[in-house]
């Protein structure tokens, strides 16, 4: 069973940032998506931001020029890096992990933006 933990959520002022992390237990991580999926209250889940195994991004509109996602396949961790976090951007985020037949996720960690 493969797992993925998130960390690096928490409280942050309008117009700061934070770091999320997942880890995976997956042994063959960097031949696999990685995404970055988010959920607010009363909302659909949505892709924030994903990267390929040939380091290819793409982000949300929502998102573009304020968050960035990496990943190191050594540590078989994916990042979001997110700056100038608005109060819209409150949410449940999630880690997915994704190729073939296999699609994982995180339990999620909860980003709030709140003065």
């Known amino acids: 069973q493969v797992q993925l933990v998130e960390s690096g959520g928490g409280l942050v002022q309008p117009g700061g940032s934070l770091r999320l992390s997942c880890a995976s237990s997956?042994?063959?991580?960097?031949?696999?998506?990685m995404g970055w999926y988010r959920q607010a209250p009363g909302k659909q889940r949505e892709l924030v931001a994903a990267v390929t195994s040939t380091s290819r991004t793409n982000y949300a509109d929502s998102v573009k020029g304020r968050f960035t996602i990496s990943r190191d396949n050594a540590k078989k961790t994916v990042y979001l890096q997110m700056s100038s976090l608005k109060p819209e951007d409150t949410a449940v985020y999630y880690c997915?992990?994704?190729?073939?037949?296999?699609?994982?996720w995180g339990q999620g960690t909860l980003v709030t933006v709140s003065s």
């Open positions: 997915r992990q994704s190729g073939g037949t296999d699609d994982y």
């Open positions: 997956k042994t063959s991580f960097s031949i696999y998506t």
